[in-house]
DNA sequence: TTAAACTTTCAAAAATAAATGAAACTTTAT
DNA sequence: ATAAAGTTTCATTTATTTTTGAAAGTTTAA
């Protein structure tokens, strides 16, 4: 396979996987495209190599900074804005997993507290209702404090010794 | 809050949830449903909570019995089918992971890898690409690992000291 | 201060994904 | 064997999400 024909594929199967997990196709194509770039890209060549208008684009960039794994970069004598991705993998995940549970699975938390905390009534319907719910509750907290730590956690000792006895 | 409300509340919330996991919202919400009952419930049943057409139900339930998440029952002297959740949690997460790991994860990984072994000529910028593909399809490989003994590492009690640790 | 170069916004259009519902199919009791 | 009870399928419709593009907004150099 060649470069050209190599970085499409790259680019096209990583927005395909965005997609499937709940992030646009462009957001995930310009970020494909950022980390595999040995340089920062203009809009222009964003547009371009990825043929979308000027507005996803600029929409797009903009969401990816927000997430924080984009960044803004000014070269000296050039007036207009380039783009890098955030290249560290362990960085790259630890930021979408923060930006996840925020916008994501604290607020859901705090609508499974609020419904397994109702009076439950002496149905067995409604005893199971608040049991599962509550289950449902301890359970999400800790995978998300367990996506929290991930990072840190890949980089500590014990982690590794762990991952390694997990293979 | 009232249970009818409270049970409502956490049927739309999974639901969201799920959209933005990429997977629909009525199979969420189906599963939700069936989480929280105590007891199997039909189609038609199902069609009434969720207001939700016979097609739209049949599907939905096909898929989530595909993903193993999801069982058919039979009662005596019932015509008529039931279906339940799994309601381990753990086990949910695992067939889930397990499902998702096939459909996308796999795939993708065949593809990164693909990608990554392309001859690089000496170019830094085809050395970038085949670098950080690299490391990128490692990363992933990881990452998939890791989802796939989940349960198991959640259920072992070094799994248990680290998670206590990583508090 | 102004005009060129560039970026952002957002209403409308296009693309994509999901839902409907009626017909086809299957199962089961008699 | 058959008809009643139930389920599945899939072409069409509907809803949702994404993209476009032109106008508005910014910034900067002269």
């Given amino acids: 396979m060649e470069f050209k024909e190599a970085k499409n594929k790259f680019v096209q199967t990583w927005g395909a996987l965005g997609s499937q997990w709940g992030i646009n196709k462009t957001m995930?194509?310009?970020?494909?495209?950022?980390?595999?770039?040995?340089?920062?890209?203009?809009?222009?060549?964003?547009?371009?190599?990825?043929?979308i208008s000027r507005g996803n684009a600029s929409m797009n960039l903009r969401a990816l900074m927000d997430w924080g794994i984009v960044y803004k970069e000014y070269k000296a004598g050039e007036r207009r804005e380039f783009f890098t991705a955030e290249k560290d993998l362990d960085e790259l995940a630890s930021k979408i997993a923060r930006e996840r549970s925020k916008r994501e699975i604290k607020p859901a938390l705090?609508?499974?507290?609020?419904?397994?905390?109702?009076?439950?009534?002496?149905?067995?319907?409604?005893?199971?209702?608040?049991?599962?719910?509550?289950?449902?509750?301890?359970?999400?907290?800790?995978?998300?404090?367990?996506?929290?730590?991930?990072?840190?956690?890949?980089?500590?000792?014990?982690?590794?010794?762990?991952?390694?006895?997990?293979?």
């Fill in 110 to 167: 705090k609508i499974l507290k609020e419904v397994s905390t109702i009076e439950a009534k002496d149905s067995a319907e409604e005893k199971h209702f608040v049991d599962q719910t509550t289950k449902l509750y301890d359970f999400v907290l800790k995978a998300d404090n367990m996506l929290d730590k991930m990072t840190e956690f890949n980089e500590n000792w014990l982690g590794r010794l762990v991952l390694k006895i997990m293979k």
């Fill in 28 to 51: 995930a194509q310009i970020h494909a495209l950022l980390m595999v770039s040995n340089e920062a890209v203009s809009m222009e060549d964003i547009m371009d190599e990825l043929q």
